[in-house]
């Protein structure tokens, strides 16, 4: 059974590029959320999503967007980085429905300069 | 609005003796209660989860978790701490019944001497 994993692992951009982090979801898992963690704090909720449709979306504003693909793995866009954007960035995977145990990978560190 | 509150920034607990993680939380309707750990460069793992049914819910690695509706609490024990155990711990609740969003607490740094 594969975990999840991300990449890249690190990443440094400067204000105003946009980026592109990738998840591969665990095998068997439909669903993919992504969390950003700013460091010494919880992660926070981007969005999710499940058959390819953004399910849910957290208190991010649209320069954070997303995508699935057929085979659930995912990825996050971030336009017009600002500073603040520098943290980890956590793909997790589950299951579809209420209540369901997420699987995180390794996340991926992004410094905005 | 969810929200959820992890009152300690650390807790330091001597190894064998029982350990306390606490957790409240604040949500519209019943709650689906998550607890998760994450080690030194590595991604957060999943410990346990309190859906409904019995309030005592045991996880991996021997932690168990009190659901209390009444004090709105979800806190994380075990009863006899390993060095191993020292780590970064995060309570999380969705709403019940299909929420998507997962609130996650800031976490509580968990320290055992040895």
């Known amino acids: 059974e594969t975990g999840v994993t991300q990449s890249p692992t690190h990443l440094i951009k400067t204000r105003g590029q946009q980026v592109t982090l990738r998840c591969s979801s665990q095998?068997?898992?439909?669903?993919v959320s992504w969390y950003q963690q700013a460091l010494g704090q919880g992660p926070q909720f981007i969005f999710q999503?499940?058959?390819?449709?953004?399910?849910g979306r957290g208190n991010f504003p649209p320069r954070f967007s997303g995508l699935q693909f057929p085979n659930y793995s995912s990825e996050l866009n971030v336009n017009a980085l600002e500073l603040d954007d520098s943290a980890l960035y956590l793909c997790?995977?589950?299951?579809?429905?209420?209540?369901?145990?997420?699987?995180f990978g390794p996340g991926t560190r992004l410094t905005v300069l | 609005a969810q929200s959820v509150a992890q009152p300690e920034d650390q807790v330091n607990v001597a190894e064998g003796n029982p350990l306390t993680v606490k957790c409240t939380y604040s949500?519209?309707?019943?709650?689906?209660l998550f607890w998760y750990v994450q080690y030194p460069n590595r991604g957060l793992q999943f410990l346990l989860k309190?859906?409904?049914?019995?309030?005592l819910v045991k996880g991996s690695y021997g932690f168990e978790a009190e659901f209390n509706k009444s004090q709105t609490s979800f806190h994380l024990k075990k009863p006899s701490a390993l060095v191993s155990d020292s780590a970064l711990y995060f309570c999380?609740?969705?709403?019940?019944?299909?929420?998507?969003?997962?609130?996650f607490g800031a976490g509580t740094r968990l320290f055992v001497k040895a």
């Open positions: 997790a995977s589950s299951l579809a429905g209420g209540g369901r145990a997420q699987y």
């Open positions: 095998s068997g898992h439909n669903t």
């Open positions: 999503y499940y058959r390819e449709e953004e399910n």
């Open positions: 949500v519209s309707g019943n709650p689906y």
């Open positions: 309190y859906i409904t049914g019995d309030n």
């Open positions: 999380a609740v969705s709403q019940g019944g299909g929420g998507f969003k997962t609130i």
